[in-house]
């Protein structure tokens, strides 16, 4: 049999705010390698294939199914999983608790991924309609809620982003 | 005993947790340094493994065993998440080894490697070489019942895995009555998966000479015995852990590979060894829904009155037993019921075919017969002219209606009550009249379906709850039970019980979430739609003895008579004036520290369970069909569910949402597809299965009708599985409503429509 000689490339970027370096097999994906070397365990694997959007992450602001990306490709990028979302003191972001007020999470396999989609709409600090938000969440699947409180909660969770941005706009004023 | 608690929306137990990304599912679970174990499945699609060549794939670095069907146990074990029988009639169907010389389906199990990472596991898969005497294969039951058909157990002739006949009446007279009209139909639901995001896995190895197996289960305790019987270990010397599941919807009620994996750690010396579907596997290799095909005839007067009813089932079970034969016996056992008839011949037959093994989904049985039954319903409507909510409300199962067999009784007028509140949400009577004689290429349509679901599984199987309670030293109560969190929120609705049976405040109750079967209670776990009926039945007795403990300690330490003193929202209350005597923490500190007379509170309890409740509702669903396309838009929908009083509103309706996508999807756009030449899975992945999409659904609306359930103490009943039986024949009867035109298979998809608008003459080539 040919024998393969395993390579490995180490990389930088910044994980969760933090500047890291990790070297890894060139084969890896980045959910492995989140997973793996970095135990940032909300980021889970339906399918491995890009088809549910379990493993989504923020790269450079833009959600990505982790399991599709190279985790050499990580090199020099800012990657944020769910992990980010928490407060110091374990405080939930607006998102998170949209997600917890609106019943959103079932099972919760599919919400670490649906939030970090969300975070992602959130920061364009635009309004979208109901459609163009079936259209954004798309790429993940659930088998649980039939979407309709995760609608619910990514709505609620524009709002406060909305409201919070008019209030500091006007304390600015 | 108090209600504040139930009733309520509350908060999710586990909603933090799942929020932050913390709630631990059985990968996060593992530790470093597993052994990675991958199957081989066959190639073939029926046939005998005469050989395999392993030498290949042992050569590869870092595979540490590579194992064959020719190397497990000659054990023969069930699958299927029933709970076990003493009766020996009664067990399941033990039809599979761990991995088998005699495969019958493409993709069954025939060797395994062990490796130290999932590249070598993977790569040396790919380099075992097995030798196969082909068979001819099966794929449909109808030909597999046939005289000459493949042999897929030897034991089973013509493939029938099980065959039940049922009358009421006599069928045979009662059609020669003359003036009836005879009305036919064949219905076919199509095979599905289940589809949780978290595909099953599960990892054991050996501690103490015994062996640890954590799995993505939903059922414990009946894993551990199935363990047992699969490999010859002793039952006592498996202990299974279940964490947070990322879903089950019965395809997790089965063994699936536990049993193997257990073996496996035994041969490589009790290291621990880690497997975990991908995806492909998990849509063949795991449990589907049964595709089943119903032949109804009906004999009725001119006003639509039922004189007798004929009607036969042949489910697809695939290429082993599982469930074997409930499943189908479930939707035939409620024909006869949901439209009472005198005169009545019913057939189930349960088939072997050479496709993925048939189990247990959310519906188990009833989405495949509500389709048939429900879309016949409204034939019946055209038929004669009839209004099709009209002739429900005149020929559905009557409020005061007992079947004699389970003793359930319909308490209340639920259909009705279930129906008007779904007309009035969608406008129904006013579209109904303006949706009638249209013209053009965009039609509009709107249908209803109404369902009959049955709690629990008394009086075919035992039904049981065990359940512990312990007294911590601040008052608050952990609370233990076999019955598993999946997703659905039980251990949420089981704080909010708890809270008000126990009388202590909902913050202070503490649900143990992970089961594990040396310290949880024995329970049979999540299927059924039991969990919260059953659960609360538990509840309500080891609360009362409970209760009775903590109040004769309250006695001891405040010396006022038990009769007056009660636990209300965590406080010892003397109840003729009210006034608090102690809280249950400084009762419970007493109680544990005292040097003369120290106690721990706790109640252990086994609640049997000999009574079962019927749950009903309705789904009024409404299409837009563009007929050039041969598209079916759904554009609304509403679900009305009588499930008893709810525990918690909130919760109670995200559960409707997820089984009105299910159904969505069975209706319109999933179905597992087989190469008829080969029996090769055409479309095994997430992209080529059609799942419901963000994109794929209108707003979900969602009502209850509240009839307390008399047979259980905080009226509850069946929830879980209910929502996914009505909406695919309610979207079947939108669309006939819409064109006219029946269609008596789903998923009704553009391929359908095609077909059945070319033959209607709505669209010419």
């Known amino acids: 049999m040919e024998k393969h000689q395993i390579q490995y490339q180490t990389v930088h970027f910044t994980l969760n705010g933090k500047e890291v370096e990790q070297t890894v097999d060139v084969r890896a994906s980045l959910t492995d390698m989140l997973r793996n070397d970095f135990h940032m365990l909300s980021v889970k694997k339906g399918c491995e294939v890009g088809e549910c959007g379990a493993c989504t992450v923020l790269i450079d602001d833009e959600a990505i199914n982790s399991c599709l990306w190279l985790a050499v490709w990580a090199e020099g990028k800012n990657i944020r999983t769910l992990e980010s979302l928490v407060g110091p003191n374990g405080e939930l972001s607006d998102v998170q608790q949209c997600f917890v007020e609106e019943a959103a999470i079932q099972c919760g396999f599919c919400t670490p991924g649906f939030i970090m989609t969300a975070q992602e709409i959130i920061e364009t600090g635009k309004e979208y309609t109901d459609d163009q938000l079936r259209k954004l969440l798309s790429g993940h699947l659930c088998r649980c809620t039939g979407y309709e409180n995760i609608l619910r909660a990514v709505k609620k969770a524009i709002k406060k982003a909305m409201y919070k941005n008019l209030a500091k706009e006007q304390s600015a004023e | 005993m108090q209600k504040k608690y139930t009733g309520k ?54 595979v540490v065993k590579v194992l064959t069907c020719f190397d497990v146990p000659d054990i023969t074990f069930p699958t299927s998440g029933h709970p076990w029988s003493t009766d020996p009639h009664h067990q399941d169907v033990a039809d599979r080894k761990l991995l088998n010389q005699h495969v019958r389906y493409y993709g069954d199990d025939i060797a395994i490697v062990i490796a130290e990472n999932s590249v070598a596991a993977t790569q040396a898969v790919r380099l075992i070489k097995a030798e196969y005497e082909e068979l001819p294969f099966v794929l449909d039951p109808q030909e597999a019942m046939k005289d000459g058909a493949p042999q897929i157990h030897e034991e089973y002739p013509n493939n029938i895995l099980a065959h039940t006949s049922s009358s009421i009446g006599n069928y045979a007279e009662a059609i020669k009555e003359p003036g009836l009209i005879k009305i036919e139909g064949w219905y076919r639901t199509p095979t599905v998966q289940h589809c949780h995001i978290e595909n099953h896995g599960v990892y054991a190895y050996e501690e103490n000479g015994r062996v640890v197996v954590v799995s993505s289960t939903q059922i414990p305790h009946i894993v551990r015995r199935i363990c047992g019987q699969a490999t010859g270990l002793p039952w006592g010397n498996i202990r299974v852990i279940k964490p947070y599941i990322g879903g089950g919807f019965g395809n997790k009620q089965d063994a699936l590979y536990e049993p193997l994996v257990t073996w496996a750690t035994t041969q490589v010396g009790g290291r621990l060894v880690h497997f975990e579907c991908e995806r492909e596997e998990t849509f063949v290799s795991n449990r589907v829904r049964h595709s089943i095909t119903t032949h109804l005839i009906s004999w009725v007067r001119e006003d639509g009155t039922l004189v007798a009813r004929k009607g036969e089932q042949f489910a697809n079970s695939g290429s082993y037993a599982s469930h074997g034969h409930s499943i189908v016996a479930k ?12 005169n009545y011949e019913g057939d189930a037959y349960s088939i072997y075919t050479n496709r993925p093994t048939a189990g247990a989904m959310r519906g188990y049985g009833m989405p495949q017969t509500t389709f048939a039954v429900e879309s016949h319903t409204d034939d019946i409507c055209k038929q004669l002219n009839l209004d099709p909510i009209e002739y429900r409300r005149r020929t559905l199962m009557p409020q005061g209606y007992v079947d004699n067999f389970s003793k359930n009784e319909q308490y209340f007028d ?23 004689n249209q013209t053009g290429p965009i039609r509009k349509g709107i249908g209803v379906s109404v369902f009959w679901y049955n709690t629990a599984v008394w009086p075919i199987s035992l039904e049981s709850c065990s359940v512990r309670m312990i007294v911590n030293q601040d008052g608050s109560i952990q609370y233990q039970t076999g019955e598993t969190e999946i997703g659905q929120g039980c251990d949420t609705a089981y704080s909010q019980m708890v809270a008000d049976a126990v009388g202590v405040p909902l913050k202070d109750v503490h649900v143990v979430s992970c089961q594990d079967t040396d310290v949880t209670p024995y329970g049979t776990g999540a299927y059924a739609s039991r969990q919260t009926y059953i659960g609360s039945l ?93 598209k079916a838009k759904l554009t609304k929908i509403v679900n009305v569910h009588d499930c008893g009083s709810l525990i918690n509103p909130q919760l109670a309706e995200a559960q409707v949402h997820g089984g009105m996508s299910m159904g969505i999807g069975y209706g319109l756009s999933e179905q597992l597809l087989f190469d008829e030449k080969t029996g090769k899975p055409l479309n095994n992945n997430l992209l080529d299965y059609k799942l419901s999409t963000f994109m794929d659904h209108p707003e979900l609306e969602v009502r209850f009708i509240e009839n307390a359930e008399p047979t259980n103490p905080f009226g509850t009943k069946a929830l879980g599985e209910p929502p996914a039986c009505p909406v695919a024949s309610a979207i079947r009867n939108a669309i006939r409503n819409a064109t006219d035109v029946s269609i008596n298979v789903c998923p009704i998809n553009p391929h359908v429509l095609y077909k059945e608008f070319t033959e209607a003459g709505l669209i010419v080539d």
């Open chain 2, 9 to 62: 929306s509350a908060i999710r137990v586990d909603a933090y947790d799942k929020a932050t990304g913390r709630a631990k599912y059985v990968e996060d679970m593992l530790p470093d340094g597993a052994l990675i174990m991958k199957i081989a499945h066959s190639k073939i699609t029926h046939g005998y493994v005469k050989s395999i060549d392993t030498s290949a794939a042992e050569a590869v670095p870092g």
């Open chain 2, 538 to 630: 538990g509840i309500a007795k080891c609360a009362t003895e409970l209760r009775k403990k903590i109040l004769q300690i309250a006695h001891d330490q405040t010396r006022m008579p038990i009769e007056i003193l009660d636990l209300v929202d965590g406080k010892i209350i003397r109840t003729t004036d009210g006034r608090v005597l102690e809280t249950l923490g400084d009762l419970a500190m007493e109680s544990l520290y005292s040097l003369e007379d120290s106690h721990h509170i706790t109640a252990e309890t086994t609640c049997q369970i000999k009574s079962n409740a019927y749950s009903f509702g309705c789904c009024i669903a409404e299409v837009e069909v563009d007929i050039p396309l041969c």
């Open chain 2, 414 to 436: 639920s259909f009705n009550q279930c129906l008007d509140e779904a007309i009035k949400v969608m406008d129904y009577d006013r579209k109904y009249e303006e949706y009638k």
């Open chain 2, 331 to 342: 939707g035939a056992g409620s024909i006869p019921q949901l439209y009472p008839v005198p």
